[in-house]
């Protein structure tokens, strides 16, 4: 399976913008990239996905490369209930594709 | 419309015990995944069930640890004679379908201590 690596720990301000980062440079075809997170003492929550296409919904936006090797998780006004740790997964098409992989992710801390 | 429920959400068991782990899907959802956190570490995947069927049981211990999706009710993680090393955040995870394009509704977790 392909594999994603993110930086450990990220640090923003509230209210500015937060591009957090993932290399998966043996990213396949059909691979699907899925951002979720995790806020202290939670159970993981969705935030986006994408294939090839930028994308955009109420919580964050997905920037992915043209060559699909890295993509960029961004949260456009940080706010304190953004501190999480937040994990980018990729989902084969056809096999396991249910079986989240969770790394390590980037543990995001927003300062006041 | 209610999210994933897990019950309990904190649960002690002295070594030797059995430990229930309780989880209701989302209504309208029959896939539903199991995952363990160990302190310190991060999520593994353990089991993957529909309604009545172990789908992949890949991640699950080979003893001590059972699950099961009935028909009727919820789904239970359940694991016999605990140890310490049991001592983790269990959470369920259900989803309308299975994919690259479905999104994973995850609980709040069940936090097992073993004395």
């Known amino acids: 399976d392909a594999k994603t690596t993110q930086p450990n720990s990220m640090e923003s301000n509230e209210e500015e913008p937060v591009h957090l980062p993932c290399n998966h440079s043996?990213?396949?075809?059909?691979?699907?990239i899925h951002w979720y997170r995790q806020l202290p003492s939670q159970g993981p929550e969705y935030v986006i996905h994408?294939?090839?296409s930028n994308v955009n919904n109420r919580m964050a936006s997905l920037a992915i490369a043209e060559d699909r090797k890295s993509s960029t998780l961004i949260l456009h006004r940080a706010t304190l209930r953004d501190a999480a740790v937040y994990y980018c997964i990729l989902l084969r098409g056809g096999g396991s594709n249910y079986k989240l992989t969770f790394g390590k992710g980037t543990l995001l801390t927003v300062n006041p | 419309n209610a999210g994933v429920m897990q019950n309990p959400r904190h649960l002690v068991r002295r070594r030797g015990q059995e430990a229930r782990l309780r989880c209701s899907p989302m209504k309208g959802h029959s896939h539903v995944y199991w995952y363990r956190q160990l302190p310190e570490e991060g999520l593994k995947f353990m089991v993957y069930?529909?309604?009545?069927?172990?789908?992949?049981e890949s991640g699950m211990p080979k003893e001590r640890f059972s699950a099961e999706f009935p028909k009727e009710g919820p789904s239970i993680l359940r694991i016999q004679q605990v140890v310490r090393g049991d001592s983790a955040a269990y959470f369920c995870?259900?989803?309308?379908?299975?994919?690259?394009?479905?999104?994973?509704?995850f609980g709040q977790g069940t936090r097992l201590t073993v004395v």
């Open positions: 994408g294939l090839t």
């Open positions: 995870a259900s989803s309308p379908g299975t994919g690259f394009n479905t999104e994973a509704f």
């Open positions: 069930l529909q309604k009545e069927n172990i789908i992949d």
């Open positions: 043996t990213i396949s075809g059909t691979d699907y």
